[in-house]
């Protein structure tokens, strides 16, 4: 777990440095962040597309150690390109950059979180792994922004960039030579046989898994509705932070900004406390449950921050709300690998995290559309999507697992 946890932090610290680096990049060298949105949505469109195939080609996968290692070298080496380029070559190159990247994004997330389940034995152990899982991502929401942001303010936009490659170069690094081998293959039962034209087949077994089975559906559908709103988040979020200044009469756009960062901060320490405290629960609702209530516990802390009086309470606000948001990722974690079927899980696991991803871009993209409203108003937004998830979780609560269910993971 340990040569694990060090690949997955440092691949996702990369991944979540992209979005900031891009804008400060088109901010230094072009004047305005305007490019940077552009590349970031050539960044994150390709995920949902790619997912199927980079499942497909990981299950096939002989090597599994080469080929993480290969994908996220394709990743890190995306990154240094679009450093070199953005705002100083054709706008054509950097997009085609974070295509490239992009393709490779969904192996950084669902990948490999998707080994697991290969890696850990099943039981106490597995539901206490997938919440270490979740914790990583949690840590380098914290931790990418802060460096970059740091390194920039030092020197500039191009170095602040550089971190972020060589973060990804350590994580291919493991994943080369420490990453350990799995101890069975995730589709070991599916048989011996592989036809030559398998892989055609193979690239939709993910998405039937996750429309035919029940709880997979119910999931899917689910976080795809929650990361609709989270998606918006951090634009909603510098409004609100602004709106907050503009009350005290101080407020500006850097200070806007500043806020704005400080309670994503707030969101995603939040998020990293929910997870590890998560992973030492003994006693933990199982998956379907823990992500119902995950779910309506960041819906009322989100509302509470949007109609709080004060900045000081919409920072604690937004904390409670990661705090209720990090469990949120170990239970969907643990309802892929109790549900995927053999053969098919690490595409589960990388079309879900494309899927969300897309979800989160298309919410993003609403919330600046809805700019004009009163930023209170874009909040409680937010926290109505988690709700609308959680009541497609529940309206599909018969087809969830149970406590004394199927699961083979869940606590005692």
């Not at 972020?164 to 291919?172: M, N």
């Not at 559906?217 to 609100?240: E, K, N, S």
Request: charge should be positive.
């Amino acid at each position: 777990m340990k040569a694990y946890l060090a690949t997955a932090f440092l691949a996702r610290l990369a991944d979540e440095g992209v979005a900031v680096a891009l804008a400060l990049l088109a901010l230094e060298r072009t004047g305005s962040p305007a490019l940077g949105a552009y590349v970031l949505t050539a960044w994150l469109a390709p995920h949902a597309v790619a997912a199927p195939v980079a499942g497909a080609l990981a299950e096939r996968a002989r090597r599994p150690r080469l080929f993480h290692g290969g994908a996220l070298a394709v990743f890190g080496a995306a990154i240094a390109v679009l450093g070199l380029t953005v705002g100083r070559a054709p706008v054509w190159l950097p997009v085609a950059a974070a295509v490239l990247g992009g393709c490779a994004g969904p192996v950084v997330t669902g990948g490999l979180s998707s080994l697991l389940v290969s890696l850990v034995p099943e039981g106490r152990a597995l539901s206490r792994a997938y919440a270490l899982d979740a914790a990583s991502y949690n840590a380098a929401a914290v931790t990418a922004p802060a460096a970059v942001s740091t390194t920039v303010a030092v020197s500039s936009a191009g170095p602040g960039t550089a971190v972020l490659v060589a973060s990804a170069g350590c994580a291919t690094l493991l994943a080369a030579t420490t990453l350990p081998r799995p101890a069975r293959s995730p589709g070991a039962d599916a048989g011996p046989a592989r036809p030559a034209g398998a892989l055609r087949v193979r690239l939709t077994a993910g998405v039937r898994a996750c429309w035919s089975v029940p709880p997979l559906r119910a999931l899917t559908v689910a976080t795809c509705v929650a990361f609709l709103g989270i998606g918006g988040l951090p634009v909603a979020a510098v409004l609100l932070a602004g709106d907050a200044g503009n009350a005290a009469d101080s407020g500006t756009s850097g200070q806007a900004g500043g806020g704005g960062g400080v309670l994503m901060t707030a969101f995603a320490v939040g998020g990293l406390v929910g997870s590890l405290g998560l992973a030492r629960w003994r006693r933990a609702p199982e998956a379907g449950r823990l992500a119902l209530g995950s779910l309506c516990a960041t819906a009322l802390a989100l509302a509470g921050a949007a109609l709080a009086p004060a900045f000081p309470l919409t920072v604690a606000l937004f904390a409670l709300a990661g705090l209720g948001d990090g469990p949120l990722l170990t239970a969907t974690l643990r309802l892929r690998a109790e549900h995927a079927p053999d053969g098919a899980r690490t595409q589960v696991f990388t079309l879900g995290a494309g899927l969300k991803l897309t979800s989160a871009a298309a919410g993003s993209a609403l919330v600046g559309l809805l700019a004009h409203l009163p930023p209170a108003t874009l909040v409680l937004g937010v926290a109505a999507s988690q709700l609308a998830a959680a009541a497609v979780l529940r309206a599909l609560d018969r087809s969830l697992p149970r406590v004394g269910g199927r699961s083979g993971h869940e606590a005692p």
